[in-house]
């Protein structure tokens, strides 16, 4: 249906390569070695990131840069979406959340220092790293409410807050994090936040606890609750300048979002292969559960959902090749409603036809159903996308 480039194409080849030989063979056992050692990187990961990396199947999300592998996002969403079929394998090929943001946001607003700093250990995949923020006290998804200080000091900015839901930061190997805090509470509102790096191991970061979805921790990545309590960092950790916090949320959240509709996808369409084994290999009634008319209903219906999904991902996707990220927010807010409500009803449907298998620890529905309700909050609710798309579809009006 899409006419992708000869090398995409190996590309794509090789990633699904790779996944029948290493990824889903490897599945159960990386959830045992993250049952062993809950916050380390498990050591089939490791194993598995060396392979991807020798076979050039590396960091292949970063458009507009020559530190990635020169692929465009519309490139990108075809093999994102494969990826993104098991949990565990985008963090493999160095493509995971929330790190591929944030490289692109230290490659796009980041000091050469804080490239060879950061970004150089991000994109070896040696470390790992955390977008702080969300905070408990106030309801962040307008992010003007965010509260934590950030004060200048001297040649020091002075760091207090509270943050909650840093994914990644359980993570041993989460070593920097970007946090959004306040530099001037009288700006306009606006011109208020600003972004900084804070190394994890900075005097004053505690990380006070991991945060449970749905009853799973979600090791070996984990979301933490982290107090931020008079740290101080040089002021050359800002990203930017001061009060230009929200200019890089724009530019971040893009790609950030987008990637996650792209593997939604995946997800809906392993889910959806699952659905159609089960329904041809089980009878009740005298008949295969796809004969009957709900299931049959069921499969089509999924079909219909992920398809609309995948052509509104890739619209996104060369709309901000070919226009920007601030020109494609309608596109990127449209995808960013629509993907997560799919493929929760996708799952859904699934775990229906698997009957009681698809709420137990069996199959990978139960666990990528908690994971896919998150993403109707993370990176900012529905409500807050579709006000978006409808305040632009109104501008052209008013
Ligand atoms: C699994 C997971 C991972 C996450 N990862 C990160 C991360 O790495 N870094 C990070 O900083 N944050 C992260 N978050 C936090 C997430 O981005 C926030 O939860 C989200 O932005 C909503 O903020 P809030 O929880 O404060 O909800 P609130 O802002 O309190 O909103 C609550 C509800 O109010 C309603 N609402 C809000 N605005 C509107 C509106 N304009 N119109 C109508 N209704 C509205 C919605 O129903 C919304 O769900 C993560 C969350 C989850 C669950």
């Not at 309590?229 to 890089?248: C, D, K, Y």
């Not at 020109?327 to 009957?355: E, F, S, W, Y």
């Amino acid at each position: 249906m899409f006419e992708l480039s000869p090398r995409v194409q190996d590309l794509k080849q090789q990633i699904e390569a790779f996944m029948d030989e290493h990824i889903y063979p490897n599945e159960a056992l990386f959830y045992q070695q993250v049952k062993e050692n809950k916050w380390g990187a498990p050591p089939i990961q490791e194993e598995l990131k060396a392979k991807a990396k020798s076979m050039g199947l590396w960091n292949l999300f970063l458009p507009h840069s020559e530190r990635g592998a020169g692929l465009n996002n519309e490139e990108y969403g075809h093999l994102c979406e494969i990826m993104g079929r098991s949990s565990i394998a985008p963090e493999v090929f160095n493509c995971s959340a929330p790190d591929t943001g944030n490289m692109e946001t230290i490659e796009r607003y980041g000091s050469e220092e804080h490239k060879e700093t950061w970004l150089k250990p991000l994109l070896a995949g040696e470390i790992r790293s955390c977008f702080s923020m969300t905070e408990p006290d106030v309801a962040s998804s307008d992010a003007t409410n965010i509260e934590c200080e950030i004060r200048r000091d001297g040649d020091e900015y002075v760091i207090n807050g509270t943050k909650w839901w840093s994914s990644g930061a359980m993570a041993d190997s989460c070593k920097i994090a970007i946090v959004m805090g306040k530099t001037d509470a009288n700006a306009p509102k606006h011109l208020q936040q600003s972004m900084i790096l804070v190394p994890l191991n900075t005097p004053g970061v505690t990380i006070v606890r991991d945060l449970h979805v749905f009853g799973y921790d979600h090791a070996p990545h984990g979301h933490a609750e982290i107090k931020y309590e008079n740290v101080r960092v040089p002021v050359s950790n800002i990203l930017l300048g001061e009060g230009r916090g929200f200019e890089i949320a724009q530019g971040r959240l893009g790609p950030g979002r987008i990637h996650h509709c792209m593997r939604s996808i995946g997800v809906a369409e392993r889910a959806l292969e699952a659905m159609c084994r089960r329904a041809a290999s089980r009878v009740a009634f005298g008949k295969p559960l796809y004969k009957h008319g709900s299931t049959s209903e069921n499969i089509a219906k999924s079909r219909c959902e992920i398809d609309q999904a995948r052509l509104l991902t890739i619209m996104a996707a060369r709309s901000m090749d070919q226009f920007g990220n601030k020109v494609a927010r309608q596109q990127i807010a449209m995808i960013k409603a629509v993907a997560p409500t799919m493929l929760c009803n996708v799952l859904d449907r699934a775990i229906q036809v698997h009957g009681a298998a698809g709420v137990c620890q069996d199959t990978f529905l139960a666990s990528a159903y908690a994971k896919a309700r998150t993403l109707r909050l993370a990176d900012g609710p529905d409500e807050v996308h579709l006000g978006t798309i409808a305040k632009l579809e109104m501008s052209r009006y008013l």
